[in-house]
């Protein structure tokens, strides 16, 4: 099963709007990440928190996480239409043993900016 | 240029072929990673590896074999391909320093 679940699944906005993306998940994690997929590409990262950090801030991006509420949420602000992706949350399990970094995905968000 | 790269990026086949989809990394990472993506069901990793000839499944291993026998590449083969395994394949390696993955721009595979 999903360790990332997302919310919404799609999310259509004006230009200049902001755009916030959450993300749950059900076990003890390392860290959880945000990726960016333009339509036909690779993922791209956008920003990473760990488990032991509350909020972060990356230009127009800020992510929080809520452990105790197994809870992530991603905001984007004064969005623009090259905002226009899918955006996925990720979870690295705790390091050690074989856990190799992996990553489970959510099924993401799909968001659309409007010029 | 350095990067993560993958070959072919669009592939044809029929049922019951032999596929293998190429990766090719230039940082060196130890680690790397096959995934697949559908609709409905976002990522999921088929394989992955630690380093060269260290590989282990992840949540989605029937009908696919890899092999790591040097660090920069990484191929995942399908032995008798299937209409199910239809799909966008990425491959990704993993800066441990930053404890962030890097995708390559993916093969879009089609099995009829």
């Known amino acids: 099963s999903q360790q990332g679940e997302e919310d919404p699944q799609a999310l259509s906005i004006q230009e200049g709007e902001n755009a916030t993306m959450n993300c749950s998940y059900k076990?003890?994690?390392?860290?959880l990440q945000w990726y960016r997929q333009n339509s036909g590409r690779g993922l791209v990262h956008l920003i990473l928190?760990?488990?032991?950090?509350r909020e972060k801030h990356s230009g127009r991006l800020r992510v929080t996480l809520d452990t105790s509420k197994k809870s992530s949420s991603l905001l984007i602000t004064a969005s623009r239409a090259a905002d226009t992706a899918s955006y996925f949350c990720?979870?690295?399990?705790?390091?050690?043993?074989?856990?190799?970094?992996?990553?489970?995905f959510g099924q993401g968000t799909i968001l659309t900016v409007h010029p | 240029d350095a990067g993560i790269t993958q070959s072919p990026r669009y592939k044809i086949t029929e049922t019951g072929r032999q596929v293998t989809l190429m990766c090719h990394q230039t940082?060196?990472?130890?680690?790397m990673f096959w995934y697949r993506q559908d609709l409905g069901h976002g990522l999921r990793l088929i394989y992955y590896?630690?380093?060269?000839?260290?590989?282990d499944k992840g949540e989605v291993p029937d009908g696919y074999v890899v092999s790591r026998s040097k660090t920069e590449n990484f191929p995942l083969t399908l032995e008798s391909a299937t209409r199910s395994q239809t799909s966008v394949y990425f491959c990704?390696?993993?800066?441990?320093?930053?404890?962030?993955?890097?995708f390559g721009p993916g093969t879009r595979l089609t099995v009829l």
């Open positions: 940082w060196s990472h130890s680690y």
């Open positions: 590896s630690a380093a060269a000839d260290i590989t």
């Open positions: 928190i760990r488990s032991n950090e």
């Open positions: 076990t003890s994690i390392n860290n």
């Open positions: 990720a979870t690295a399990i705790p390091a050690g043993g074989t856990s190799y970094g992996k990553l489970t």
């Open positions: 990704a390696s993993r800066r441990v320093s930053t404890d962030t993955q890097y």
